[in-house]
């Protein structure tokens, strides 16, 4: 059931489940969340893992779950609108060097998910 707690989350992650559909590689429901396998994209939003790449992703975006779980309706902008810059920064650097930003994981609030969902981030440095 989705939670009332985490529903602009969870209303969020169904439209970009509209929006991703053929996207969508694999899905799999898992610890009350549906993880959706894409092939481009990586975002947690409520109920709807959306991970590519590796399975360190993966739990990167589990632990944002928990981050929503906590923090319900103040998830988005204690923790989605910082996540987001840091993503729009991570693009720019990425434009202007040509190289991922190494920094990527290690600011908040990326390093908590990453603490939450299991990852050891020692030596991470790809996006």
Do not use: K
Not at 3 to 21: F, T
Not at 30 to 43: I, M, N, W
Not at 55 to 70: F, K, P, V, W
């Amino acid at each position: 059931m989705l939670s009332v707690w985490e529903l602009p989350q969870n209303v969020l992650g169904l439209a970009l489940l509209v929006i991703m559909r053929r996207r969508i590689i694999e899905r799999r429901r898992e610890d009350g969340r549906l993880f959706l396998r894409t092939s481009s994209t990586g975002v947690s939003l409520g109920w709807f893992v959306f991970w590519c790449t590796d399975e360190s992703i993966r739990r990167h975006e589990y632990g944002h779950t928990i981050q929503s779980r906590l923090l319900g309706p103040f998830y988005l902008p204690l923790v989605g609108l910082p996540s987001v810059a840091r993503a729009l920064y991570a693009r720019a650097y990425r434009r202007c060097t040509g190289r991922w930003w190494p920094r990527y994981f290690h600011g908040y609030p990326e390093n908590w998910a990453d603490r939450l969902g299991g990852v050891d981030n020692r030596g991470r440095s790809t996006v």
